[in-house]
């Protein structure tokens, strides 16, 4: 299990390829993903006996079919990100009764395509809202369903990751359990499952607190459930000075409260966790083209051919992502000066600055020496980054690429125009 990350601004190679390469061969910009880091993540959570991947982090078919061949399931959000798992080889069902559903469908609502799909396809739901245990109640009596609920509280890297509490949309409010669980009843439907998720980017202390909650609420719902589930949230460092959560004290906090509701429910728990980020951040770079050097007063900027349409993330959230150059000729950037300089991408929008802070302020980074040409290296950027892109101001979706073994695969092809316009018509 990692401790500390270590970053630097002067990149050459990306597991294993030199940069200009995957530049020449992919195009800017690109998303290049090192297959084994995530591999390395995935062994991290090895004492979980159940790891669901929250593939809303990065849903591309070949990291969903990377993970699953580790062993990791996964969870689905709506009728698309279903049919991407299906898509990358999960099947509908488990092998045998009383094994874990491959794919858990999580929402807090079911629109039309998702209750038509999850009912036809017998796909298993995390409901998290009332509505929707009325709905697949009447929908599909009989089945099992799990309950995601909202304790109350929650915590995230930014207020739009937390989760939980008054200002929060998801979940079950803790309060309504009994009454959702009437309802469930009401339906037909067996609440086998408790599922708390209290945001995005959080921390031990906040996500301990997640297992009391589980402990209470479990109690209540009573010998029923065989599943409980932690959530995803695990963090990863962004900057130099974070550390990695502590996997082995978080896991045994969750075991202690498994062990303590099996003792009281007289059978085995199932403990499940449900990372996005954990697994695929740090395996993400988005390699950029250095298009444009500008003086405005005293700040420098390197404007870039990736934009917020690409990684939204410092414009939605303020987040910081590790940055490095790497020269044209693939040289090191080591011997170069370093400067204070701002990161701006293409689009025509002021706020499309990769060095901004949340509110909006731009900042600088300290970066060696760059021109038009050499290369920028946006790193920790694997989650919430290609698959929050947009086509804003007309550009494409970004190439994506996987590297395993030290070779270098298309995993999606960069739009063409023809993407862009599909089902446009003039009438
Ligand atoms: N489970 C549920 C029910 C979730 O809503 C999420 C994330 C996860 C698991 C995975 O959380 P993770 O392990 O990745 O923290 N776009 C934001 C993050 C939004 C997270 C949404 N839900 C960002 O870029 O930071």
């Known amino acids: 299990m990692p401790t500390k990350s270590t970053f630097s601004t002067h990149r050459t190679h990306i597991a294993g390829v030199p940069v200009p390469e995957l530049a020449r061969r992919f195009g800017t910009p690109s998303y290049i993903y090192d297959a084994a880091k995530i591999v390395e993540r995935v062994n991290d959570l090895k004492q979980f006996e159940v790891v669901r991947y929250a593939q809303k982090a990065c849903s591309n078919i070949a990291i969903l079919d990377l993970v699953r061949r580790h062993g990791v399931l996964v969870d689905a959000v709506s009728a698309g990100e279903i049919r991407r798992a299906l898509a990358a080889g999960y099947p509908l069902h ?3 009764h009383g094994d874990p559903h491959p794919i858990v469908y999580t929402a807090d609502i079911f629109d039309r395509e998702s209750l038509s799909l999850v009912v036809e396809q017998d796909i298993h739901c995390n409901c998290g809202s009332p509505d929707m245990i009325d709905q697949l109640g009447e929908a599909a009596p009989g089945r099992e369903i799990t309950l995601r609920i909202n ?7 930014s207020q739009k990751t937390n989760t939980g509490g008054e200002q929060s949309k998801h979940g079950i409010w803790h309060e309504q ?4 669980l009437r309802r469930a009843d009401h339906r037909g439907l067996a609440v086998t499952g408790l599922h ?3 945001g995005s980017g959080t921390d031990l202390e906040h996500l301990s607190q997640v297992c009391g909650a589980m402990e209470r609420l479990a109690r209540e719902v009573g010998r029923s459930l065989t599943t409980i589930s932690a959530g995803g949230g695990l963090p990863v460092p962004y900057r130099a000075e974070q550390n990695y959560v502590d996997i082995d004290v978080y896991y045994k906090l969750w075991d202690a409260s498994r062990k303590r509701l099996e ?3 007289g059978h085995r728990l199932t403990l499940e966790l449900e990372p996005g980020r954990y697994l695929v951040a740090e395996s993400g770079y988005l390699v950029a083209e250095i298009r444009a050097v500008k003086k405005m007063g005293g700040n420098t900027f390197y404007v870039v051919d990736a934009g917020f349409n690409n990684l939204a993330r410092p414009i939605l959230y303020g987040a910081y992502h590790p940055m490095s150059i790497c020269p044209a000729d693939g040289s090191s950037a080591a011997d170069r000066p370093t400067h204070d300089v701002v990161i701006g991408g293409p689009l025509c929008e002021s706020g499309d600055i990769f060095t901004q802070e949340e509110g909006g302020f731009v900042a600088t980074r300290k970066l060696p020496a760059a021109g038009v040409g050499d290369y920028l290296v946006i790193e920790v950027a694997g989650a919430y980054g290609a698959v929050m892109a947009s086509n804003y101001n007309s550009k494409p979706l970004a190439a994506e690429v996987l590297i395993a ?3 270098a695969e298309p995993i999606r092809a960069r739009q063409t125009f023809e993407d862009l316009i599909r089902g446009e018509r003039i009438p």
């Not at 304790?151 to 890297?157: A, T």
């Not at 359990?177 to 959702?180: E, R, T």
């Open 151 to 157: 304790p109350g509280f929650g915590h995230g890297h």
């Open 196 to 198: 708390l998720h209290i």
């Open 405 to 407: 073994d030290g070779n």
């Open 263 to 265: 003792d009281a429910f």
């Open 177 to 180: 359990l009994a009454d959702a």
């Open 94 to 96: 488990p092998a045998k």
